[in-house]
């Protein structure tokens, strides 16, 4: 009431001040209208409060039924303190799994896009020689295939030169090593490392045993069966089939792999394992899919494994125990045919595969 009486008092004031000087009326209704904005916002002021108010009670209700024994975490102005601490936590949590994420995705589209460029580069080289071939005579073919042979071979003696040259460095550097530590040894008074270097032979002990007398051993029977553990499978069929390149498989014998694993096959039947050789197969016969889908842009890799699939189906073929396959065996080869084991349903896998990898070449 006091300070309502005070304010009438001063607006009587003010309008006396402004009835004595014209300019001061002017001056009066602005702050009249200012008064009225103020008064305006005062109350909204109070509504917001009262708004509020509700509001922090009724989250103070709903915290208190679903964490009533958990209420020290709600403070006094209703907020979840620790639960949106915890949000926080994870939020950035998940936004440091995010950038880690987007890294690695960014690494992986550069790996990507180099292997699509080599990719595009060998299509093209290999497009370019189909292209060439289809145009030449077939005696043109044979000498283009004859100069890529020689070109590539030269390339690879070029390279195990270099190796050569590397390692007998090495060895002549070793050698000395050896001989100053002989030495120190010597000086030191251990007699019995005089020997110590002689034991590594040098070129020209090395020739002197060429010179000697060879020993000769007396001629084996082998039986062409190649026994392996049942856990050793997949090594043999990484080393066989998905770590064996082409430039590789073309200085051993033609359709190595095809016969190693057909020695593994007559193993399994010398022993009557059939899960062993179901295993061994159905291993081969994956492993060989794989490496053609994720290689069969690549010319040398489908013919590396059409021609072995080939040769390994002609070898269950020949030494099937099946009469129509045996007409130009050996007796040595009929006594080798497969025992135990009936593979005909294996034989038209192989085949269909071969087909399959022909036509995706």
């Keep these: 009431m006091e300070n309502e009486k ?38 909204e002021c109070i509504q917001l409060h009262s708004v509020l108010a509700n509001q922090t009670k009724g989250l103070k209700s709903v915290a208190s039924n679903n964490y009533s024994t958990h209420v020290d975490i709600i403070n006094e ?25 987007k ?5 992986e589209r550069e790996d990507l896009q180099q292997e699509i460029e080599r990719l595009k580069e060998d299509n093209d080289r290999q497009q370019k020689i189909l292209s060439v071939n289809l145009t030449k005579s077939p005696q043109s073919q044979q000498e283009a295939f004859m100069q890529h042979e ?21 060895c002549r550097k070793h050698r000395k090593q050896m001989k100053q530590l002989a030495k120190k040894l010597k000086d030191a008074g ?45 090594i043999i069929v990484r080393h066989l089939i998905h770590d064996l390149k082409p430039r590789i498989a073309v200085t051993l014998l033609p359709g190595l ?16 394992d059939d899960e062993k050789v179901r295993s061994l197969l159905t291993a081969t016969i994956n492993a060989v899919k794989k490496v053609i889908k994720r290689r069969h842009e690549d010319l040398e890799t489908t013919i590396l494994w059409l021609s072995n699939t080939l040769r390994l189906l002609h070898n269950l073929k020949q030494y099937s125990g099946d009469k129509t396959f045996q007409a130009e065996n050996t007796p040595k080869q009929n006594e080798q045919c497969l025992k135990n084991f009936d593979l005909s349903e294996y034989r038209q896998v192989l085949s269909d595969i071969a087909v399959w990898i022909y036509q995706v070449s």
Excluded at 79 to 96: G, S, T
């Design 103 to 107: 890294v690695r995705w960014k690494s």
């Design 150 to 170: 020689i070109t590539r071979l030269t390339s690879e003696n070029l390279d195990l030169l270099e190796k050569f040259d590397t390692l007998s460095d090495l």
């Design 257 to 272: 792999p095809s016969y190693i694993l057909f020695m593994c096959i007559r193993h399994t039947d010398f022993i009557n």
């Design 6 to 43: 005070l304010r009438d008092n001063l607006t009587a004031l003010r309008k006396t001040v402004a009835q004595e000087e014209p300019s001061g009326k002017e001056l009066l209704r602005q702050l009249e209208a200012s008064q009225e904005e103020l008064n305006r916002r005062r109350d």
């Design 190 to 234: 251990v007699m019995e490392v005089e020997g110590a270097v002689d034991a590594v032979p040098s070129p020209a002990v090395q020739d002197q045993r060429h010179n000697l007398p060879m020993v000769k051993k007396k001629e084996r029977e082998y039986q062409g069966m190649f026994e392996y553990r049942k856990e050793d499978e997949q």
């Design 77 to 101: 102005d209703g907020e979840l303190v620790l639960a949106f601490e915890a949000q926080k936590k994870i939020n950035r949590q998940l936004e440091d799994e995010l950038q880690a994420e």
